[in-house]
């Protein structure tokens, strides 16, 4: 009989929910076919049967809280006759517990995951310098990451869960009242979501800043070159990338709203990592367009379309979702005309989008009606003056009312 545990969570998280069982007691699995999905303050994490055969036992039920390392069910080998031969069944633990090690027992045929061979290429590790968690000694794009985290300081795996705050009592109900409502319990994406937000209000001097920016030129520029771009590029040119872009260069001119607070120092980033809020079915997520100051439209069209489809799916990892330096929300999206944006801790700044509507405007003496977009940039004012504050959403604003700038680094 094989367990199956808890797989690798990441990084600060201690422990994650069974959200549904796909499989039940008594039905054949086949090796790598997802038994279940777990649910994490963060993301979704589906979890592969290590062995071919028959699950024995369910230990942990739809809606238990279970721990880093704890046994989710009992697996039988080989049963419907699809057991291994043997000796392979008896080689392979231990060619991945040297590989985990890493022993020269470790099988050399094994294949690293795609994914985690392009991320140690970036990163500069060799491949000795990871630790592998998957089948037989496969390195692991989620085993990368942590290495790259380790080697950075990360904070360690284990944090302690921060203390929940005291319930507040709910105010009696009329027993006709009680009887129409229905109660669910959050999931845990949902209670993290509202914890770090009201953190973020209770920790930071937030303030938001508002200016308007007129559409008409990305609209125009966007709809002469469409068509090539996205024959070209094989994605679509959105309205994402000029903000993104904008942004980048707006961070550069005033650096303090991409820095954050860490005790008493100011920790200045000389790199751009370009969170975009994306609303899912379960709650909004925050992926990261990782070095996005260094990267062209079409490559953050394809990363945004990427990490959006993903982050539908909930199919984002992790590493997908931390570091990022500043985050745009687009509300518009959802026909919002104005809002005021809550920060990301520890981010400093957050830039929110709304609905482009046709209004009236003044231009050179004259009324006249142009598609207006209103920004919101809510900021920590411990660390972001009103001056920088100002000065980069009229950046923002300048750049997207004459995109041309962009192209001219101005």
């Not at 990592?273 to 100051?293: C, E, F, I, K, Y």
């Not at 400093?348 to 482009?356: D, E, N, P, Q, W």
Request: proline share 5%; charged share 25%; with cysteine.
């Amino acid at each position: 009989m094989t367990d199956v545990m808890v797989p690798a969570l990441g990084e600060s998280v201690s422990e994650a929910t069974v959200s549904t069982w796909f499989k039940k007691v008594g039905d054949y699995v086949k090796q790598d076919e997802m038994l279940c999905e777990l649910e994490t303050d963060k993301v979704s994490v589906e979890v592969p049967s290590p062995v071919a055969g028959v699950l024995a036992e369910i230990i942990a039920q739809e809606g238990e809280t279970v721990g880093a390392s704890a046994r989710l069910a009992i697996v039988t080998e080989g049963a419907a006759g699809a057991a291994p031969a043997p000796a392979a069944a008896k080689a392979e633990p231990k060619a991945a517990q040297a590989a985990e090690a890493g022993q020269p027992g470790a099988r050399a045929d094994v294949e690293d995951a795609p994914a985690a061979k392009k991320a140690m290429a970036e990163a500069g590790l060799a491949r000795d310098a990871v630790q592998a968690t998957g089948r037989d000694g496969r390195v692991m794009k989620e085993d990368v990451a942590r290495a790259v985290a380790g080697a950075s300081g990360a904070a360690a795996a284990a944090a302690a869960p921060a203390p929940a705050a005291a319930a507040i009592p709910r105010a009696p109900v009329p027993a006709d009242d009680a009887a129409r409502e229905e109660r669910v319990k959050m999931t845990r994406l949902r209670q993290t979501i509202a914890r770090r937000l009201k953190d973020a209000q209770n920790t930071a001097a937030m303030l938001t800043t508002y200016n308007e920016v007129d559409m008409s030129g990305i609209m125009a520029l966007r709809n002469q070159y469409k068509d090539q771009f996205e024959k070209k590029h094989g994605t679509k040119l959105g309205f994402m990338s000029f903000f993104v872009k904008a942004c980048t260069h707006a961070l550069k001119e005033v650096p303090e709203v991409n820095a954050e607070i860490d005790g008493t120092d100011v920790v200045y980033k000389n790199y751009v990592h370009m969170g975009v809020a994306v609303g899912t079915p379960s709650g909004l997520v925050v992926p990261v367009v990782r070095d996005a100051d260094q990267m062209g439209f079409a490559a953050i069209e394809k990363k945004i379309a990427e990490l959006g489809l993903r982050a539908r799916d909930g199919k984002l990892t992790m590493a997908e979702m931390q570091g990022g330096s500043f985050t745009i929300s687009n509300g518009g999206v959802y026909g919002s005309l104005m809002s005021s944006p809550i920060l990301n801790p520890p981010q400093s700044g957050i830039l929110g989008m709304h609905k482009i509507q046709d209004r009236p405007v003044v231009v050179g003496g004259q009324i006249v009606i142009r598609p207006m977009m209103y920004l919101a940039l809510s900021y920590d004012h411990r660390i972001v003056d009103g001056k920088g504050a100002v000065t980069f959403l009229v950046r923002v604003k300048e750049a997207l009312e004459d995109p041309r700038r962009l192209l001219m680094d101005l």
